[in-house]
């Protein structure tokens, strides 16, 4: 359905974005000239060009999504609207998030970047798993704090630790300049891959055509249902959009690994949430009679997690023949690090992200938002999208397979930066960018930035909820989600 021509534009590339990214998708040429681009510039602020990844990303997914209504209704592609004041509130839609008014917790206090005797390295510890086994790893008590762990890793070699904990379950990468990245195998072998990949699955089979599509608001993936099998951030994101958009979406979760209530709240918005032991018989009865019936597998574990449960990609396929699977992970599942376990951050520390974005003292940075995330899940929704459009043509069960690490070499490799000092500046970089013919300063609300207009307030079993409205949008298409989360694995495992 796709390759990689044309992909790697390198760091001269100055076309359109949005159209080189629909053409990984396998999209139609032509149709990206349905999407305008409106509202404040100068968002998301950053060395590298986090903005223009982040509105590429909503751009693609809102465009799959119109794309798939015009294949249900029999009509045109309906125009799709990118405002850049929504997008970047999205972006940070777990900040902006409140439940009764409280803030969402941040990292952990073991979670972030710490000096060693070589250098610098980046740990996450946000589950209490996460934390036991870091500590572990290093020889620490279990009630250790940050003075503890900084004292530590001081005298210790950052990539001697990153291999420590790795090995031990948990999660630390050092530090590394671009350069570095580029010399070590994982980062190689990122670089001889494309930004996804959505192929066919198996044995073909007949087009699967869901029935005409009416109504307001226009939802494309009404009467779809999407199987959930994700973590923080970019998979539940991802099954966000796809809830938005109109799909049943049922998130299954283990019963010993519960979701942080923040990012629940965040997250969880059009969704239900169940929760089966797949390692019991009863749980896994009960999971083959969701799949009987779904039209959508989505993963987000580390590769090869799940496949004693029989959810590899071709045994779903094998006992579901037509369905879609959207598998993510953090590093590939390709490479010595295919098998690693990943977030947002520990890309951002390990592929030369926070050097390009440190401090004048030197100090690593990170990125505005955690956009890598963000963007891999918009574009694994546009992904699904896509594969529904194409197996309602064609038949075939679809695999859809992304990287944060891809979507990272997207970001630094390939979309053009700006100049140093021009940050602010953002008219000669949407012209780079390939934007300024598609840019309408009015195709949505006004170039003044307020991101208090793009929240809205809803009474929920968690709480009263402040969050980000969504910023996929496209003529007639929907503006909110229809139902706010559930409490974290309250639902029953079954299809509505």
């Known amino acids: 359905m796709n390759d990689d021509a044309g992909y790697r534009g390198g760091a001269g590339y100055r076309g359109d974005t949005a159209a080189l990214v629909w053409a990984a998708l396998g999209g139609p040429a032509g149709l990206t000239g349905r999407v305008r681009y409106g509202g404040a510039r100068g968002l998301l602020p950053a060395r590298l060009p986090v903005m223009d990844l982040a509105r590429t990303a909503v751009a693609v997914c809102a465009l799959a999504g119109a794309e798939l209504a015009a294949t249900r209704t029999g009509g045109p592609v309906p125009a799709v609207t990118v405002d850049n004041g929504a997008v970047a509130t999205a972006f940070l839609s777990e900040r902006h998030l409140r439940i009764d008014g409280r803030a969402p917790t941040a990292f952990a206090p073991l979670s972030g970047f710490w000096h060693t005797a070589d250098g610098r390295l980046r740990t996450h510890a946000n589950y209490p798993h996460h934390r036991d086994r870091l500590l572990a790893a290093l020889g620490l008590p279990g009630d250790a704090g940050p003075e503890a762990l900084a004292a530590e890793l001081a005298g210790r070699s950052a990539k001697d630790v990153e291999e420590t904990v790795y090995a031990a379950g948990g999660l630390a990468v050092a530090v590394r300049d671009a350069k570095e990245w580029a010399a070590h195998p994982q980062g190689a072998a990122v670089a001889r891959r494309p930004l996804l990949t959505l192929a066919p699955l198996g044995t073909a ?9 009416a ?34 979406v049922l998130r299954i979760d283990a019963p010993g690994l519960p979701e942080s209530r923040d990012t629940h709240g965040d997250t969880g918005f059009g969704k239900r949430s169940a929760v089966l032991d797949l390692g019991a018989r009863a749980g896994r009865a009960s999971f083959e009679e969701l799949l009987a019936l779904a039209d959508v597998v989505v993963t987000g574990y580390r590769p090869g997690a799940l496949d004693r449960f029989g959810l590899a990609p071709e045994a779903l396929a094998e006992r579901r023949p037509g369905i879609v699977v959207a598998r993510l992970s953090a590093w590939g599942d390709y490479g010595p690090w295919g098998d690693r376990r990943g977030f947002d951050s520990l890309v951002q520390a390990a592929t030369g992200i926070a050097v390009t974005e440190a401090a004048a003292d030197g100090a690593p940075g990170v990125l505005p938002a955690q956009a890598l995330d963000h963007a891999t899940g918009y574009l694994l929704a546009a992904a699904v999208l896509r594969a529904l459009t194409e197996r309602s043509r064609t038949g075939g069960s679809r695999l859809a397979t992304l990287a944060l690490t891809q979507t990272a070499a997207l970001l630094t490799d390939v979309l ?11 008219d000669a970089y949407d012209q780079e960018a390939g934007l300024s013919d598609a840019y309408d300063p009015e195709a949505r609300l006004s170039d003044a930035y307020d991101p208090e207009v793009r929240l809205a307030d809803v009474d929920s079993p968690m709480g009263r909820l402040r ?28 299809w509505w």
């Not at 307001?216 to 938005?244: E, F, N, Y």
């Not at 700006?418 to 500046?425: K, V």
């Not at 969504?470 to 974290?488: E, I, K, L, M």
């Open 205 to 213: 089979t007949p087009p699967v055509r869901p029935p005409g599509l």
């Open 215 to 248: 109504g307001d608001p226009l939802l494309p993936a009404a009467g779809l249902r999407v199987l959930d099998l994700t973590r923080v951030l970019a998979g539940p994101v991802a099954t966000r959009t796809l809830a938005l958009l109109g799909a049943d």
């Open 416 to 426: 053009p930066r700006r100049a140093p000092g021009t940050e602010g500046a953002a």
């Open 467 to 494: 969050h980000a409205l969504p910023p996929v949008s496209f003529a007639d298409g929907p503006v909110n989600w229809s139902r706010p989360p559930s409490n974290w694995g309250s639902d029953a495992p079954e």
